[in-house]
Structure formats: structure tokens, C-alpha cells
């Protein structure tokens, strides 16, 4: 019941704190004989570690990850999978514990302090434990062997509003996610959240973001419906991520602004004498299960509740007390969560993957 495992083959455990010696993945279920380097995983680490630029937290991690378990290395520097647990270890080498000293005993408004507390009587005020952010490196790492196991399949993520401001969708080239520090798919919005978060940055506050996350390539038929919805566990592992107050998948809350004609994926037979989608309104799930479209699920990022601008709050001896946050933290911890939501999807598409695999005993 310690509920730090999600998957049903595809099974994932992470473990570590924010301030601990490091942290890692368990990865059960991974299938055997798949190929990979330690560059495969670790490129995906790189979009995500802190320090990269002036708007994400300056903690200096170069979140270099480590392969303890379940591969046999092969003589040209590749491994292959053996079909037994893949224990994945990062390192924490920058945690500056002492800059959390002054909320030991007091709670942050609109972190998980509080909660924490209540639930467990102990909390890791520093940096959060495992309510961090830092935690997220290992779902990363866990992802990069998801993205393995499901063979054609392309899995990108692009950071889509922060704040208020958004993107114009008309603009879109998946070629810019690569060339600015936002994992942004629309160039002209740059220079505006670029002067946007400098000013957020200065005045010692954060703000939200919304991220997109696609996959294209995955084949029709992935899913079960009722309660093996292929949307449902994307929905769930999305919503597992730190900060994520809101999922949707496909059109989503846009749904319900729009008549059923308007709603409808109409369907022809296209050249090749297979079917064909002339829309994706359905974000490529239809009844939990996939139809052969991209899959597109978007998730929103509250703002970073460690800010130096003081609040009200209360402390552990129930007195009122008033807190600002010390320490490096995100401005818009959306940046980072980009790639985040690349692997929590991939780890979804790969787990739904396999348990149809051993339902229909077909490779699709």
C-alpha cells in the first residue's frame, strides 16, 4: 500500500527523495532480448535535468543515470534486456539542505506540506522529499525503456501556454521544440515568455503552464474498454506528475463546447483499403481504445508553490505564521515537466501494449 508502483506489465517503481543520496526506477516487466545504450536513456534525462538555462531552477545536476540491473552488456557497449528487473539509479550531487531550514515546521501554501504531515506525522522539508519535482528524473529514465518496447512509435511533448499567454497553433513546427528552452513549437512565442518569466523570475513568483503530449504510430486496437481504458491510464499517470491540476485527452473540455456533428471522426476507406479518420476530435481513443490516430492528451502545470513573496499560512504547533520560500526552484516547473509527460505516456502505451499482447496473443 505504499503506492510508489503504477503498471500492470509494464510495472514502474520509483524510489528516492529530493535531498537523499539519489534515486531511481525499478522497471518489472520489461520484455527480454530489447537492445539499448546507456545514450538511448540518456538523452531523454538530458531535456529534463535542472540548470539548463535562466528559467528553471539553477540546481546544478548533471542526473547521470546508472543501469544496475536486469541487461547483459554486450561487447560493443550496448546491453540487452534479460527480462528481469532493470534497476535504474540517478545521483543527487547539488542538494542544499540547509536552504530549507526555516520551513522545517511550516507549512507552504499550496504545497503538499500540510498533507504530508496529516498523513505520515513525518515530512522531508527538504526540498519536499518526494513531493519534489526532483523525483520525475526517474520516471524519465523508466520512459526511455518504454519508448523500447513498442516498436514504430514516436512520442513528443511540446510546452503549449504559460500563463495566459499561448501559442499559435498555426505555427506549429515540432522542429522548434529542440531549439529554444521552453520545448516550444511556435518561434514567435519565445521572445514573449522570454520577457514574460524574466519578470515573474525577478519578483521571486511562478506561474503555470500547459503541456501536449503526442504519439503517433501507435497501431489500432491498444486498450480495453470499461475499466482498461487506454485514456484512462494515460489520464492517470499524467495526473501522477508533480504540480498537475488537469488532464484532458483529445478535444477534452472543448467537448463540450461543440454540436455532435461538429464532435464526430467521420471514417471513409482510404487508398490502401484501410480505414481512414478524416479528424481526430478523439485525441485517437475511442471507448478506451486506440484507434490508429495520434493520441493526443494535454495536462496543466500549477504555478511552483516555493516563492519568496510571503504568504499566510500555519505551522506545525498550530500557530499563524507567515512563509517565503529560500532556495533555487522553478519560475514555470512546466519547462521541465515536457519531457516528464513524454514518459509517463510512453510507460502507458508500452504497459497497454503488452497486456493486449497477452490478451489477443497478437503483435499489432
Not at 243 to 259: H, L, Y
Request: net charge neutral.
Amino acid at each position: 500500500m505504499s503506492h510508489n508502483t503504477f503498471g500492470h506489465l509494464f510495472r514502474v517503481t520509483t524510489w528516492g527523495e529530493s535531498h537523499g543520496p539519489a534515486l531511481g526506477a525499478v522497471v518489472d516487466g520489461c520484455p527480454p532480448g530489447i537492445r539499448f545504450t546507456l545514450d538511448d536513456l540518456q538523452s531523454f534525462l538530458d531535456k529534463r535535468k535542472p540548470g539548463q538555462s535562466r528559467f528553471v531552477t539553477q540546481r546544478r545536476e548533471e542526473d547521470l543515470v546508472k543501469v544496475l540491473s536486469g541487461v547483459m552488456p554486450q561487447d560493443d557497449g550496448s546491453m540487452i534486456s534479460t527480462g528481469t528487473p532493470i534497476s535504474l539509479m540517478i545521483d543527487n550531487t547539488d542538494q542544499r539542505s540547509k536552504d530549507y531550514g526555516d520551513i522545517a515546521k511550516r507549512y507552504r501554501p499550496g504545497h503538499a506540506d500540510y498533507t504530508y504531515d496529516v498523513k505520515y506525522g513525518i515530512r522531508d522539508y527538504r526540498g519536499g522529499g518526494r513531493s519534489s519535482a526532483r523525483e520525475t528524473a526517474a520516471r524519465v529514465a523508466a520512459g526511455a525503456l518504454a519508448r523500447l518496447v513498442v516498436p514504430g512509435v514516436t512520442i513528443r511533448g511540446a510546452l503549449v501556454q504559460i500563463g495566459k499567454h499561448k501559442i499559435n497553433r498555426a505555427n506549429w513546427d515540432w522542429a522548434q521544440v529542440s531549439e529554444n528552452p521552453f520545448f516550444a513549437p511556435d518561434p514567435e512565442i519565445v521572445p514573449v515568455w522570454e520577457a514574460y518569466l524574466d519578470e515573474i523570475r525577478k519578483a521571486g513568483s511562478s506561474v503555470g503552464a500547459v503541456i501536449e503530449v503526442v504519439a503517433e504510430g501507435v497501431p489500432a486496437g491498444i486498450g480495453a474498454p470499461v475499466y482498461g481504458k487506454l485514456d484512462q491510464d494515460i489520464a492517470s499517470l499524467l495526473m501522477s506528475i508533480n504540480a498537475v491540476k488537469g488532464v484532458e485527452i483529445g478535444n477534452g473540455f472543448g467537448s463540450a463546447e461543440i454540436t455532435g456533428e461538429e464532435n464526430a471522426d467521420e471514417m471513409r476507406i482510404g487508398a490502401d483499403g484501410k480505414p481512414v479518420f478524416l479528424s481526430n476530435h478523439a485525441g485517437g481513443i475511442l471507448g478506451g481504445i486506440s484507434t490508429g490516430e495520434p493520441i493526443v492528451a494535454r495536462f496543466a502545470i500549477k504555478p511552483t508553490s516555493s516563492i519568496l513573496t510571503e504568504r499566510r499560512s500555519i505551522d506545525a504547533d498550530m500557530n499563524e505564521v507567515d512563509v517565503r520560500t529560500k532556495g533555487r526552484h522553478d519560475p514555470c516547473v512546466g519547462i521541465r515537466a515536457v519531457p516528464v509527460g513524454e514518459a509517463m505516456l510512453a510507460c502507458a502505451i508500452a504497459d497497454h501494449y503488452l497486456r493486449d499482447r497477452g490478451q489477443t496473443g497478437r503483435l499489432k
